[in-house]
DNA sequence: TTGTATGCGTTATCAT
DNA sequence: ATGATAACGCATACAA
């Protein structure tokens, strides 16, 4: 299933050898004293083995093994087959510090997302995991926030491990994060959102346009009164915008909104309903999200309303419930997983210097139409 | 909000200083060419600046910035001073791979799980990431499926970041997992399962006992006639061996269940449950997991069941959604966040070689009850 | 309080 | 195809 099948460094040969060896594996000598004693200077702390020490044990030059592991293609099959040996013999792990150090490649690629919790987001990450792993690179995750100057700290730090490259959610940053990632000179994805003047490279889709088309289907299906139950992160807002704009033209006065804080729930769904109701009636309420798209509907039905004949309601990501939740939820869907696989493929070839693609890419939504609007 | 408040190195003082500065930030020279043609050897790549590039501006030795930097405490603070200024010409930014190599020490935790959108380990990743975060340290986050063999791969590439402390979900691993990570004599903390004899340290509850609760509880309430709703999960086989325990003292024929694949969704509870009404009669319907129980509880309704009377449903986690369902859902709640903060802890403390606690905590569970069982 | 010498474990580069 | 040497950028240990 999950593999690190295109990675072919060390990690792969040496879980092939582990594979075809593992009945003899009780029999191998894994211990580092042994190789701690035989070693000339004796270090007060017991170390790992270093190539150095493959290398004694191999009757090789450090360098060959390193090659032997990097790029076997250049030595000796022969040779490789000792290598492999002595690896297993001192239990070698290679350190990918001092590697990263001298070959200036830390096959480190730093994610920075305003929450994990957070239904919309955990797929765009498992899928830049899975396409990172299958590429072989570690993926080091960190926790923003929805606060700028949060994420600009996080970056500061982040970019002292040598990233090879970095993930950003959102195309709002503080300036001096951008000075600081633009000084760094290392290729960045914005993720999560459209701008056609990105950093560096991105991999969205325009918020503004799916509030409009939101409001463009409300308005088709003939909803007039429409009331609003949003969470306050700024991709909600561009939403916000869209569907204000699209239904300025038909509405005069204003929308009616309840706002609630992150992260979205169905218990925040269900007393943003009841707060939106007591200010007024509607035939439809949109939703910042699925989640709060499914409560609006529980507490709609626990108050007697049938969905979409008395009060419609559309949310938005087609979260995983949407098509099973009864009714149905008419949302917006959002090919999240290709959000991260994209950004993860765009982020590697770049740093592999293969030719560039498109470095903007709109990954696009749709409108599902379900029953309960 | 979300703030690095312990962790008092090179960052906090940066962040301080750039709050303090952002007015000027405009006029000081951020630019690494500047420093690469004042510098004596000149390399084809264009470098980031380093301690030494600091120190020259500053007038000081490399060995004096980087005490500044990291021990203040033992540095004059005129000379501090100096150092900040000389840090924020340069654009200076540490490089870890080359402090860890020299320290031994990464500042970097290495966490494995088995998937990252399943609603029950997002909240103690984020847990974990804020506490790690909190404390000075980044977390690198693996995806390892649910199986040992895969775990085992990326455990062997993670430790080649020779990371400070490893995470692993659950206390079933390889034999070669072991040895690898014994020999790496690693902190290591095992999550989300309890035994008396973890690898290192733990963090976790017993799902037997959940299992075993569940059971005692429906029995007291009365249900007789339990179906199983079930994940394929090691853990949830666990709670089921409990659950089967407890009952198999009252009631003598085995008990009907429906597998369904990972990860569990809505639409997983309604189809589970039209399975499992097809092939019986049941009163209860026991489910590995409140997003089932919900999908359960949406099947029967759909069907003219009202829950609990006609059928009841029991979940397991106490997801967001459990508590404001409708009807509310029975289940058995877990702090989940905490196993995440303790568990780095456990390693932050381990770590540095702060006095060990109790080097296995039982986090404990409780059951719920409302509505729907 | 500051500076010097040395080593961390690997890869780039050049030589053989 | 293999080896020798010199970085890589920093912190430890010790000296002043």
Redesign the interface.
């Known amino acids: 299933?999950?593999?690190?099948s295109l990675y072919c460094g060390?990690?792969g040969q040496?879980?092939g050898a582990?594979a075809m060896t593992?009945g003899m594996?009780n029999n191998v000598q894994?211990?580092?004293q042994i190789f701690r004693e035989s070693t000339v200077k004796s270090t007060r702390?017991?170390r790992?083995p270093t190539l150095e020490d493959v290398a004694r044990n191999a009757g090789l030059s450090p360098m060959t093994v390193s090659r032997a592991l990097n790029t076997p293609q250049l030595v000796r099959p022969k040779t490789v087959e000792k290598v492999m040996l002595a690896v297993r013999a001192t239990?070698y792990?290679?350190?990918?510090?001092?590697?990263?150090?001298a070959s200036?490649r830390?096959k480190l690629v730093a994610v920075v997302v305003p929450?994990?919790?957070n239904n919309m987001f955990?797929?765009t990450?498992?899928a830049l995991?899975?396409e990172l792993?299958r590429r072989g690179y570690?993926?080091?995750?960190?926790?923003?926030?929805y606060?700028e100057q949060?994420e600009a700290?996080?970056v500061?730090?982040?970019?002292?491990?040598?990233p090879d490259g970095v993930v950003l959610t959102g195309i709002h940053h503080t300036?001096?994060l951008k000075?600081?990632i633009l000084?760094?000179?290392v290729p960045v994805v914005e993720i999560w959102d459209l701008t056609p003047t990105p950093l560096d490279m991105l991999v969205g889709f325009s918020h503004e346009r799916v509030g409009q088309a939101t409001a463009q289907y409300l308005l088709r299906k003939g909803y007039r009164r429409p009331g609003l139950l949003w969470t306050s992160d700024s991709r909600a807002a561009q939403r916000k915008q869209g569907l204000c704009d699209v239904f300025a033209s038909c509405i005069s006065k204003g929308l009616p909104q309840v706002d609630v804080p992150l992260p979205a729930?169905?218990?925040l769904g269900?007393s943003g309903l009841s707060q939106l109701l007591g200010e007024g009636t509607f035939d439809v309420i949109v939703c910042s999200s699925d989640t709060l798209a499914?409560?609006a509907i529980?507490e709609a039905?626990?108050r007697g309303m049938r969905v979409p004949q008395d009060l419609a309601v559309i949310g938005f990501g087609d979260l995983?419930?949407a098509?099973?939740?009864?009714p149905t939820i008419t949302t917006i869907s959002v090919d999240r997983r290709a959000i991260g696989q994209q950004a993860a493929s765009l982020l590697a070839e770049r740093i592999e210097q293969q030719p560039c693609k498109a470095p903007i890419i709109d990954i696009g939504f749709h409108l599902v139409e379900r029953e309960s609007a």
Chains 1, 2 share one sequence.
């Open positions: 299933m999950r593999k690190v060390f990690f040496m879980m582990l593992r594996m894994i211990n580092q702390h017991p790992a239990g792990i290679p350190n990918a510090m001092a590697g990263g150090l200036r830390s929450q994990i919790n955990v797929d990450i498992q995991s899975d792993a570690h993926m080091l995750l960190c926790v923003a926030g606060t949060t700290e996080l500061a730090t982040l970019l002292s491990r040598r300036t001096e000075k600081v000084n760094a000179a729930s169905l218990a269900r499914q409560g529980m039905e626990s995983d419930f098509a099973s939740n009864r």
